[in-house]
């Protein structure tokens, strides 16, 4: 959303008569969220042809019987056709089925038949139990066109201006104020394809949809889980999602000993989460660290003015900082995952406002089939698609108005020394 010069001369020297950063705040949030409110608005208008499709499918009994029919007009080089699915192109565009090109080797790259709601749901519902970044707050936006552009505050410092370029004075009545000049960037959300293969034997599709559904959906479920977990997390950008490790706002703290995470460490982190961020936080570590937040009982440093550290019996972490029945760390839900780097390695633990995490969703899940890659074996191939995108949204990490520690919300611990 831009501002127009005299709305943003208003707006300024509403800011002054205000006397208060708080003003700046409040303003610049409800730009913010009307504008993201519009993104979603413009880009959330179903598609009328998709939207019949699939209220056609709703004739399917279950995702078994769809996944048969796909497997028939496959088989059939596309003669035994039911006219309740539907084709989506690499654009995610509805094609009818007599423009389909069955190929022979049945790997066709460019699309795939779309997984009708109530099963679609029922497998994202599969996988955000599997899944940690999706259950904790990013902020979704639907695509409709490839690229998509989310306006976001470019900013580095609060030394002398805020929000990318907001300054307020002290002035007296009728004075000049110098014009400011709000630096406004944008995020790019690009689709890109995420695909995964699994073969089912030919004995599930003979006269038995159930068993090919039993087969076929969980394990598609914890695949899609898994594989855009690694990408929102360690995806390094350019062909696939960008990831939270690798976001150019991360501040990455010095950890205190070389092969552990140790106290200091973790409070270390916490305060150089962005303040506004401190209680949305989660905090991700990998199953390496977990014994270390457990049972550590040595601080490279004293935790009071004592010359010499205070060691206690009691494990440091589980007396003060861990709560391992509720999952917490310092108040806030810990997770424990293996697609977070293994122990003294940079990214063994973070913690992170997911809300600062764009995901964008080009294309709901299709479905393929292939009777010929593993003919001799007598299995189908079955392929899923998906298009997305994921992006931090800050583009570095602010220098605070008063202090030389940098703050962001993703802060993760560095590697070994």
């Known amino acids: 959303m831009e501002l127009d010069k005299d709305t943003l001369k208003k707006e300024l020297t509403d800011v002054i008569k205000a006397e208060s950063s708080d003003y700046i705040k409040a303003q610049l949030k409800e730009h913010l969220d009307t504008a993201i409110a519009e993104v979603k608005k413009s880009f959330a208008a179903p598609d009328p042809a998709i939207e019949q499709a699939k209220k056609d499918a709703l004739k399917f009994k279950s995702f078994g019987e769809q996944a048969s029919a796909i ?9 035994d056709r039911d006219n309740r699915l539907a084709y989506l192109d690499q654009h995610g565009q509805l094609q009818n089925l007599d423009n389909v090109k069955a190929l022979v080797e049945g790997t066709d790259s460019t699309g795939g038949f779309l997984v009708f709601p109530q099963y679609d749901a029922d497998i994202k519902y599969v996988a955000l139990e599997q899944s940690i970044i999706r259950p904790n707050g990013p902020t979704i936006i639907p695509m409709k066109s490839d690229t998509l552009l989310i306006p976001r ?9 805020v929000y990318g370029g907001f300054v307020g004075y002290w002035t007296g009545e009728g004075a000049t104020m110098t014009e400011a000049n709000p630096k406004w960037g944008n995020c790019q959300l690009s689709a890109h394809k995420l695909a995964f293969w699994t073969r089912a034997s030919n004995e599930l599709l003979a006269d038995n ?5 039993a087969f076929l959906r969980p394990r598609v479920a914890e695949t899609l889980a898994w594989f855009e977990d690694i990408a929102f997390v360690q995806g390094a950008g350019g062909g696939q999602p960008l990831g939270i490790l690798n976001a150019p706002c991360l501040i990455s703290v010095t950890r205190k000993n070389t092969s552990h995470v140790v106290p200091m460490d973790i409070l270390k982190m916490y305060t150089e989460v962005l303040p506004a961020s401190r209680d949305k936080i989660v905090w991700l ?3 390496e660290v977990l014994m270390d937040l457990l049972t550590s009982t040595v601080e490279p440093y004293p935790m009071t003015y004592a010359t010499t550290p205070a060691y206690s019996a009691t494990p440091w972490f589980q007396a003060n900082l861990v709560d391992p029945v509720k999952k917490t760390i310092l108040g806030r839900p810990y997770f424990v995952s293996e697609k977070m780097s293994g122990l003294g390695d940079a990214g063994d633990i973070g913690c992170f406002d997911l809300s600062y995490y764009l995901i964008g969703e080009r294309q709901p899940l299709t479905i393929d089939a292939s009777t010929h890659v593993y003919f001799t074996s007598d299995y189908t191939a079955w392929r899923f698609v998906e298009r997305i995108d994921g992006q931090p949204w800050l583009q570095s990490a602010l220098t605070p108005y008063k202090g030389s520690d940098t703050l962001s919300p993703f802060v993760s611990l560095s590697a070994a020394s």
């Not at 497997?71 to 003669?79: D, Y």
């Open 71 to 79: 497997w028939k007009f496959r088989n059939s080089g596309g003669r």
């Open 209 to 213: 949809a159930v068993g090919l559904e």
């Open 285 to 287: 570590l990998n199953h």
């Open 153 to 161: 505050i470019d900013e580095t410092s609060h030394a002398s201006t």
